[in-house]
């Protein structure tokens, strides 16, 4: 009884507040009041702005007519809904750009402004007898497309045609904007090499959330991936490593005669290709050149970048250990991977990079990185002592400041603005320094109260290759980021000056990443979260209507065959000792209403199996507790099998 009344008051509070209001076309303000509507038929992720449910369903006709101006930048908004609603209901969608009295779907640019959508707002009116998307500019009628997408049934995603379904979407009047103007997501393809098509398909998924900002890691000490001219051997030498498969970072090192033929690059046409597709999905895509530190790969390729006697002998990193930890940031490095700041050809080269990055990637920013540089081989280097003396340089941050500052009057010479992880503040940046804050939400404050641009990109809520649950279950990282955490983000901290905060990021770094498939579990949904984060009010997010949605997305995700995460459904593991040192196992889960079964056993529990209830005592001989769970009748956790022997480990920590 105790049990019920605890679902039924949780059910409670995850039951919306209803109200009215009226929002005209002109004249919506960003103060609206707005409306949820938990209809389990309107599940749309990021959650919008308002909206209004209103009686009736949209049938989707066998012929449907979009109608949208013929201007180039709505080309790609008008493909996007002619495959979307044509391959899996088998329906003929066809588009006129003139006015056509019975079309099913109407784009349309607001001739007069509405101040509250902004460049990529909305308005999506559905009836029972057509569709309506207004917005100011294109960007706002690809999203509004998204979300009238994610309000046709799950089948809707499928790649092929799907017989007996009938193509409904519910009558509605969503009014959304963005909360920020950066919604960005970070794909490293410097750990592991991710081809020209993979990096689409990475779009194709961020699109659907509205993500607008793709920051490519293009460079790290695994590897070089885009070409440059008059460098060959970035790509021919740095672009290569030894192909190693298990427990990155502590690797063999790998022999002379091992072939170092994994890897791969991007031509300058690759490169094109991508700015364009991704801004055919209003995608901006921000390349970052990682230095100075993290720069083996560069190393490798022109050794005389470094400040090291010896260089000459480094290799293309292929996860072997190189950095010393056990004393915290900076690292020790085992071997130098930085450029070296005392030397003239670091920024003749460097120029020539930039020069060649800059007319590839129209987006306004660089990222230069500037994060982990170890200070150590610096320190012994008989060139960075000279140049100490001859700049009054007092210690190695202000060495690696000194550095900063001359690659930011190279990035601007080039017409773009420079941007580099939080690190480099240390070196007492100049004001028009834009700072990506990634070591927790302290750095970005700090910038934004000295006056930089920031977007946050804290590991606290952000890291999306950290461990989603527990550590027998993943891939192992030093961290562990639940998707409940990740749903905290808030990319405007109290106190600071919202003007200085152009938004968040989610970032992907891939030591433990392989392949396409494991980057879409290590991203989806904690991606969706941090969507959320950065898109809607943070007056309507709320944890549990969050993840009534997200369960409805796992299901539109399994008919797109697009890989994804179970972990939230996993047990929580918390051990203690009693008063008599007996070990005690506590199970929680991270969302309400699931059942754990166990068994210590050795057999695989079910749901007739005995159920958790309260702390439990593991049999004196037992080795393993087996552990899944339900809801309801259905499993919907992953088998878990856990060591006694970790479990009391853990309890004397």
Known sequence: MKNTLYLLFLSLLSIPVFGQYAISNTEATTETVAIVNNAPDIAIIPEPVSVIKSEGYFILPSNVVIQAPATPELKQVVAFLQERLSIPTGSYVAEVSTPAAGSTINLILNEKTNSALGKEGYQLTVTPNHITIKANKPAGLFYGAQSLIQLFPKEIESKEAVENIEWKAPCVEITDYPRVGWRGLMFDVARHFFTKAEVKQ???????????????????????????????????????????????????????????????????????????????????????????????????SYPELSCTPGAENYRVRSGERIMDWSRGAPPIALVDNTLCPANEKVYSFLDTVITQVAQLFPFEYIHMGGDEAPFNFWEKSDSIKALMKKEGLKNMHQVQGYFEKRVQKIVESKGKKFMGWDEILDGDMPQNTSVMSWRGMKYGIEAAKRK????????????????QADVITEPKVYASLRLSKSYEFDPIPAGVDKKYIK????????????????????????????????????????????????????????????????????????????????????????????????????????????????KLSPPKDATTLKVITYKGKQPVGRMLAMPVDELSRRSRK
């Open 202 to 300: 990475y779009i194709d998924a961020m699109v659907r959330y509205k993500y607008n900002i793709l920051h490519l890691h293009l460079t790290d000490d695994e590897g070089w991936r885009i070409e440059i001219k008059g460098l060959p051997k970035l790509t021919e030498i740095g672009a290569w490593n030894v192909k190693k498969i298990g427990e990155f970072g502590n690797f063999f090192p790998p022999a002379a005669d091992e072939p170092r033929n994994y890897g791969g690059f991007y031509t300058q046409d690759d490169i094109r290709e991508l700015v364009q597709y991704a801004k055919d999905r209003f995608v901006d895509i921000m390349p970052e050149i990682d230095v100075p530190g993290h720069s083996l790969a560069a190393i490798a």
């Open 452 to 467: 930089h641009e920031v977007v946050m990109s804290p590991t606290t809520y952000a890291y999306l290759d950290y461990m």
């Open 503 to 614: 938004g968040g990021q989610a970032n992907l770094w891939t030591e433990q990443v392989y392949n396409i498939r494991q980057a879409e579990y290590m991203t989806w949904p904690r991606g969706m979260a941090i969507a959320e984060s950065v898109w809607s009010p943070i007056e309507k997010k709320n944890w549990n209507n969050f993840f009534n949605r997200v369960e409805q997305h796992f299901k539109r995700l399994d008919v797109a065959e697009t890989k994804y995460a179970p972990s939230v459904y996993d047990p929580i593991f918390s051990v203690s000792r009693s008063a008599d040192k007996q070990l005690m196992i506590e199970l929680s889960t991270e969302v309400p209403g699931l059942d754990i079964y166990y068994s210590f056993d050795n057999s695989f529990p079910d749901r007739f199996y005995p159920k958790y209830t309260e």
